[in-house]
């Protein structure tokens, strides 16, 4: 591998690397503001509601709560991953086409 190589390589990596960080960052504050925005309907409603009361136990709660944040984890997550790895390929043909234009 040359140098040049090496460090296109390294680049790769390295925005690799930060399209996962920025992924799990934004995942988790959606999954925090999806938990809240969950908890408080669901805990107020198995309080209010007789048919909720009767069926919706402790564990039912948790399980509604917890699958709403975690499906807001993933799919923020998917959809940062997805404008990263865009943003990155358009970032690759921008330099591809100024290595066509400016050889040196």
């Known amino acids: 591998m040359t140098d040049t190589d090496q460090r296109q390589a390294d680049m790769k990596i390295l925005?690799?690397?930060q399209c996962s960080n920025e992924a799990v960052k934004a995942g988790a504050k959606a999954?925090?503001?999806a938990c809240v925005?969950?908890?408080i309907p669901t805990l107020l409603g198995a309080r209010a509601i007789p048919w909720a009361r009767a069926n919706l136990n402790h564990a039912a709660q948790a399980l509604i709560i917890s699958t709403i944040s975690g499906s807001a984890y993933f799919i923020v997550a998917d959809k940062t991953i997805l404008?990263?790895?865009r943003r990155n390929s358009f970032h690759e043909q921008m330099e591809n086409q100024s290595a066509e234009y400016w050889p040196f």
């Open 37 to 39: 925005a969950s908890a």
């Open 31 to 33: 999954a925090a503001i």
């Open 15 to 17: 925005r690799a690397k």
């Open 83 to 85: 404008r990263s790895a």
